[in-house]
């Protein structure tokens, strides 16, 4: 979402983040002009560990509806129409309900959007369905979400927001991911003494059990029993899990942790993989083909047409028939093959501005400013 906003900031929108607590690359925000706003803590004797009910958390979205309306009141006082754009259902859309119903009470006209997560439809929403299909339907004037296929499974949960919904992609910033230049993927493969000539393949998740993370590193160990002659190593970055770190026989599995800059390890792989059982979109696919490095995905996440689209790739069944089971061996004698060669099929720089041109920003800016326009022409 932050490149989002970036993309209004862009087009002259005037846009103010209220956050919980300091954004990803807050500093990149505030130079272009957005205002970060901080929300006030708030607490009470009568809830938390000493108090008779609750944790303190739960009055954090008191304070976050309470930033709203008074960033929201400014804005009308200054003569500017508004949008209030809620990231997450839970909690966020619910704390951002709150500050809309309040503005309206007032007389000021606000527009307002959601853009649900994977865990709000397929985690959370189960348990509380009508509170989600108010908050689709009713509640919203614009759900955003990234992908069609997503799109799809909100609108499995409820069909409320049909006349509603609208596909943006996520933006990649593409002058931060790009194909590596002279020797840095040298430099990063001697860093943890892994041999130039070695096949390297990169995971990056936050390793929830949606990941699984097991079947990457299954995949992985498929591809390094195809040739033993050569070392196939494997990065996974994000929190370590240590029930999966066994000792791989063939494969060398290197748990980095969180890692601040993840292009850097891109540059250096020949492959990117991820297995998510769920996932709305996958951002990480499209920054590692943004760096000129294929990918291997299952059919079940969002990114597996633009996969497909730009031949960034290799998509098999989530859950394989007889002939997705084929179709993942072929996966893997395929990439095996290229390993003995050495030779790539496919060109890392001619992926790379192939998915700039869909995921650079330019579109998704497009589509955005468009919708804003409509709803701010739309506020008398």
């Given amino acids: 979402m932050r490149r989002w906003l970036i993309e209004l900031k862009k087009s002259s929108f005037e846009v103010t983040l209220v956050s919980k607590s300091p954004p990803y690359r807050k500093d990149d925000l505030s130079s272009i002009g957005i205002v970060l706003e901080n929300v006030q803590s708030v607490s009470s004797g009568a809830i938390g560990e000493t ?3 609750g944790s303190i958390d739960s009055l954090s979205n008191v304070g976050l509806s309470q930033k709203i309306i008074e960033c929201a009141r400014a804005a009308n006082d200054s003569g500017r129409k508004i949008i209030i754009w809620a990231h997450y259902l839970f909690p966020f859309a619910l704390a951002a309900h709150t500050a809309v ?3 309206r009470s007032e007389g000021i006209q606000c527009r307002f959007w959601v853009t649900p997560t994977g ?3 397929w985690e959370v929403s189960p348990l509380v369905p009508d509170v989600a299909n108010y908050i689709l339907g009713d509640a919203t004037d614009r759900v955003i979400v990234y992908s069609e296929r997503f799109a799809r499974e909100v609108l499995d949960l409820t069909d409320s927001c049909g006349d509603k919904i609208d596909i943006v992609s996520p933006i990649i910033d593409c002058d931060r991911f790009q194909p590596a230049q002279g020797d840095e993927r040298a430099l990063t493969r001697a860093q943890f003494g892994i041999p130039e000539e070695s096949f390297l393949i990169c995971h ?6 949606v990941k699984r993370p097991e079947r990457v590193i299954a995949f992985a160990r498929d591809i390094a029993d195809q040739v033993k002659r050569a070392q196939t190593h494997l990065l996974m970055i994000g929190p370590v899990r240590p029930d999966l770190q066994s000792t791989n026989e063939g494969l060398f599995v290197h748990w980095l942790g969180v890692q601040d800059k993840v292009e850097t390890f891109l540059k250096s792989s020949d492959l990117a993989v991820n297995l998510s059982a769920h996932d709305s979109f996958n ?3 499209g920054e590692a083909m943004a760096s000129g490095v294929p990918v291997v995905s ?3 996440v969002g990114i597996a047409p ?5 031949s960034g790739g290799w998509v098999f069944q989530f859950e394989p028939d007889k002939t997705g089971r084929a179709d993942y061996r072929l996966i893997v004698d395929t990439i095996a093959r290229w390993r003995v060669s050495g030779s790539p099929s496919i060109d890392a720089r001619s992926l ?3 998915v700039k041109g869909e995921l650079g920003g330019e579109c998704a800016g497009r589509a955005l400013k468009h919708m804003a326009q409509k709803d701010l022409n739309e506020q008398r």
Avoid at 204 to 209: E, F, L, V
Avoid at 306 to 310: G, N, P, Q, S
């Fill in 298 to 300: 299952s059919d079940i």
């Fill in 119 to 121: 865990s709000d439809i």
């Fill in 204 to 209: 990056h998740s936050n390793m929830r059990p």
């Fill in 51 to 53: 108090g008779a009910a």
């Fill in 283 to 285: 951002l990480s696919l």
């Fill in 101 to 103: 119903k309040t503005l």
């Fill in 352 to 354: 790379a501005a192939s």
């Fill in 306 to 310: 633009i996969i497909r689209k730009h």
